[in-house]
């Protein structure tokens, strides 16, 4: 039973296009994460969510738009994709203080054509 | 602006020798380091912490060091395993901040 589940785990789509990720937590975690791989490997934290509250939002496009429904959920919607929004996208959950760690999704490996 | 670097992209050890990853970091407000360990296709797992009241933490195999007045810290596996092979992140987090900050992963292959 996956802690920290995301679909799809791939997508490819064509530019301008709007697409979903969606990720679910079943550990009963209070917050959830979107972290976003690029071309350099780097993992930058998007969003994050606490109970459904939004606590981070970094300097990303307007074009995404996190949406948690519940705490055990944390969608990311895209909209008018570009070709640079190619990346892979993780989700992640944690208890509370960070140093117990995050818990991951396997990724979100998105394709703009 | 990379505030966590770690500036060896890939590191090759024997099998039972040790490993030793670096990494540095610049933002002197970081009070909490960890280490994740990553397999293609699959998302990154935690592996151990250290908090900047300590300089040393242990679990199993796995020991991390701090030094704060270089801004270094490291990861050290005794003895290396071949499943130990994966890509390792070092990351760090301010008091009361969630987010990690990560650097860009060193690759480690423990050859059998």
């Known amino acids: 039973d996956t802690a920290v589940s995301q679909t799809p785990k791939y997508l490819v789509t064509q530019m301008g296009n709007d697409k979903s990720i969606k990720c679910e937590q079943n550990?009963?975690?209070?917050?959830m994460y979107w972290y976003k791989q690029d071309s350099k490997k780097f993992l930058k934290i998007m969003f994050s969510?606490?109970?459904?509250?939004?606590?981070i939002n970094e300097t990303v496009p307007n074009r995404f738009s996190p949406k948690s429904p519940d705490k055990a959920h944390l969608n990311l919607h895209i909209n008018s994709l570009e070709l640079g929004d190619s990346a892979v996208y993780f989700c992640?959950?944690?208890?509370?203080?960070?140093?117990?760690?995050?818990?991951f999704g396997s990724g979100t490996r998105l394709t703009v054509v | 602006d990379q505030q966590v670097k770690q500036n060896s992209p890939s590191l090759s050890v024997q099998e039972g020798r040790i490993s030793i990853l670096n990494c540095d970091y610049t933002?002197?407000?970081?009070?909490?380091f960890l280490w994740y360990k990553k397999y293609p296709a699959e998302g990154p797992t935690f592996l151990i912490s250290?908090?900047?009241?300590?300089d040393k933490n242990e679990d199993g195999r796995f020991t991390v060091f701090l030094n704060k007045s270089a801004k270094h810290l490291s990861l050290h596996i005794v003895p290396s395993q071949p499943g130990d092979s994966a890509v390792y992140f070092c990351?760090?987090?301010?008091?009361?901040?969630?987010?990690?900050?990560f650097g860009s992963g060193t690759r480690l292959q423990v050859q059998p």
């Open positions: 992640a959950s944690s208890p509370g203080p960070v140093g117990y760690g995050y818990t």
């Open positions: 550990l009963g975690h209070d917050t």
């Open positions: 969510y606490n109970n459904k509250e939004l606590i």
């Open positions: 933002n002197s407000m970081f009070d909490y």
């Open positions: 250290i908090s900047s009241i300590k």
């Open positions: 990351a760090a987090s301010e008091t009361g901040r969630r987010a990690l900050t």
